[in-house]
T-cell receptor, first 108, second 111 residues
Framework: GQQLNQSPQSMFIQEGEDVSMNCTSS?????WLWYKQDPGEGPVLLIA?????ELTSNGRLTAQFGITRKDSFLNISASIPSDVGIYFC????????FGTGTRLKVLA | DVKVTQSSRYLVKRTGEKVFLECVQD?????MFWYRQDPGLGLRLIYF???????EKGDIPEGYSVSREKKERFSLILESASTNQTSMYLC??????????FGPGTRLTVT
């Protein structure tokens, strides 16, 4: 099945640094969702975006729905050790497509 | 808060056994989904249901079937388990194209 391009695939950062990741596609979507998954657990919804250009925050997390409707960005500010995990995007029109995931590791 | 529960967190079955994975949601969502998640392959959709007794094949339905007799419950059935069905299985529910909420997952091992 189709997957969204998500980058970076993985990243190691120092505690306190800001993190940016994105998902891109050649197709247009009406909904972008961002999830975090801890090892051995189900994904947890972080932010949902429904309008092109929309910028939404959830605590230290900020996500944007790209103006072209073909991409989305997630930023994490002042990272902490518990931010470690896999982040992935989910985009939808009549069906959902998943991103390939970004594995984040935070060094204390 | 939305709650999606799955019947087992860990399951070990033998090759050829019939396996039932149960998923229950408490938000009256129309849509329910079954995915499997494997390293390097991400999440892949097995089946989804948009209403009671309705089902649609996802990307990898072979070797699986589903049942949705009640709105809150969506079951995944492995008719004859095989070792290549060892995986993490995730259930999700949602309303329209709004958020999908995932359960905690069932890690199935087929020996």
């Amino acid at each position: 099945g189709q997957q969204l391009n998500q980058s970076p695939q993985s990243m190691f950062i120092q505690e306190g640094e800001d993190v940016s990741m994105n998902c891109t596609s050649s197709s247009i979507f009406n909904t972008w969702l961002w999830y975090k998954q801890d090892p051995g657990e189900g994904p947890v919804l972080l932010i949902a975006l429904y309008k092109a250009g929309e910028l939404t925050s959830n605590g230290r997390l900020t996500a944007q729905f790209g103006i072209t409707r073909k991409d989305s960005f997630l930023n994490i500010s002042a990272s902490i050790p518990s931010d470690v995990g896999i982040y992935f995007c989910l985009a939808g029109t009549y069906k959902y497509i998943f991103g390939t995931g970004t594995r984040l590791k935070v060094l204390a | 808060d939305v709650k999606v529960t799955q019947s087992s967190r860990y399951l070990v079955k033998r090759t050829g056994e019939k396996v039932f994975l149960e998923c229950v949601q408490d938000m009256d969502h129309e849509n329910m989904f079954w995915y499997r998640q494997d390293p390097g392959l991400g999440l892949r959709l097995i089946y989804f249901s948009y209403d009671v007794k309705m089902k649609e094949k996802g990307d990898i339905p072979e070797g699986y079937s589903v049942s949705r007799e009640k709105k809150e419950r969506f079951s995944l059935i492995l008719e004859s388990a095989s070792t290549n069905q060892t995986s993490m299985y995730l259930c999700a529910s949602g309303q329209g194209l709004n958020e999908q909420y995932f359960g905690p997952g069932t890690r199935l091992t087929v020996t």
